[in-house]
């Protein structure tokens, strides 16, 4: 059998390579490689794409969630309320500006913030919430946003794994006051290296934003804060300015691939899988099921590795590579460990991280390449 990798970015470039090409040696003859019309050209069209007044282009996706942070004026003494199940980035930005992360439970068929819990975990000093559009598929926003409301609180959007997924007809960054991308080579919309961005619909918050990623200048050589150095270079801005064209026939790639899934998969027993919410539109960043744990057997009933873990090693040894996002929730990290919580505390993500298994998924997977997954997943469940 041939060897089927969890993402495949060499495809992608073989339909796109002379466009890419192209723009990457204008841009290289261009001597402009910081900033100018390519970037510019870039924020202007994701603005556009997502439904936002502005679109600030950055770094990283770290750096975007830092700089919304830094923009809201929030830091030591405040909380702001999050997942434990995500990249390690939307924690770490939170605690990176001095603020305390909050960690609310997950909904278990989603992955995503579990919104019952989010209004017991508000207090006095909570300023934000955090919620990400895990594996590109769209936190209820509008009741996230009628709990924000009530209490006077800011949205702030992860949308690193959800490029064009939408909530109620709205792009996810849209929606909320500010929406963080990244553009981390395996997103929907990835360069060809990191970047990443943040929208809003605020002048204020877009102008401040503007400002810190560039070191806090005002202009010239005038500096109204100490800001950081987050700028997208101009290639890559070039390069995604191509790719955004093409990411709307990518993300029905990605969702025809996960019917497919769901078509092949619903009748094989000791897996769950991924439902998408009524009202979202979902882009499968990952197409992430659940490895049930088998009943104990008489004797120690604590199984490591998890069955999940078995299969995965499975599969790759029939050529399929699988990936676990995320093997430890972020409560349970040592890096966080100084928060007290404790192992069956956020239960749900506890039993997430020892379940989860993200099966192959790119735009430009064959169907021989998923009949190969679905066949050896079957085999490797036995």
Request: glycine share 8%; net charge negative; aromatic share 8%.
């Amino acid at each position: 059998m041939k060897k089927i990798p969890p993402f495949d970015l060499t495809e992608q470039y073989k339909v796109i390579a002379e466009e890419i090409n192209t723009a990457v040696s204008k841009v290289l003859a261009s001597g402009s490689y910081i900033g100018g019309s390519q970037v510019e050209g870039f924020e202007q069209q994701f603005a556009n794409y997502i439904g936002t007044e502005h679109c600030i282009a950055c770094n990283s996706g770290t750096d975007a969630l830092y700089l919304a942070l830094r923009a809201l004026n929030i830091g030591p003494g405040d909380e702001v309320i999050t997942t434990p199940f995500t990249f390690v980035a939307t924690a770490e930005t939170i605690t990176a500006v001095g603020a305390t992360p909050v960690f609310v439970d997950i909904d278990a068929q989603t992955f995503n913030l579990s919104l019952e819990q989010v209004e017991a975990a508000i207090t006095e000093r909570t300023r934000a919430i955090v919620p990400v559009h895990l594996f590109g598929m769209p936190v209820d926003m509008t009741r996230l946003l009628a709990i924000a409301q009530t209490y006077h609180l800011t949205v702030i959007e992860d949308c690193a794994q959800a490029t064009g997924a939408e909530w109620a007809g709205q792009k996810v960054g849209s929606i909320g006051h500010i929406g963080c991308f990244s553009f981390y080579p395996t997103k929907n919309l990835g360069a060809c290296g990191d970047g990443g961005a943040v929208t809003t619909h605020d002048l204020a918050i877009a102008g401040r934003i503007r400002r810190l990623r560039d070191h806090g200048r005002k202009g010239g050589y005038y500096y109204e804060e100490l800001g950081v150095n987050s700028r997208l270079d101009a290639v890559q801005a070039a390069i995604l300015q191509i790719k955004l064209r093409y990411l709307d026939t990518w993300n029905c790639q990605r969702q025809a691939i996960a019917q497919r899934y769901q078509q092949f998969l619903a009748s094989i027993p000791g897996i769950t899988l991924p439902q998408e919410v009524a009202g979202g539109r979902t882009v499968w960043n990952q197409y992430t099921i659940r490895v049930l744990e088998q009943p104990a057997k008489p004797g120690p009933s604590f199984r490591d590795p998890s069955f999940r873990d078995i299969v995965r090693q499975r599969l790759q040894e029939q050529g399929v590579q699988s990936m676990v996002y995320y093997p430890l929730p972020l409560h349970l990290q040592p890096v966080y460990s100084h928060l007290g919580y404790q192992p069956g505390q956020l239960a749900v993500a506890e039993q997430a991280s020892r379940e989860v298994l993200s099966l192959p998924m790119f735009p430009e997977l064959s169907a021989e390449q998923q009949d190969q997954v679905i066949y050896c997943l079957k085999d490797s469940l036995l």
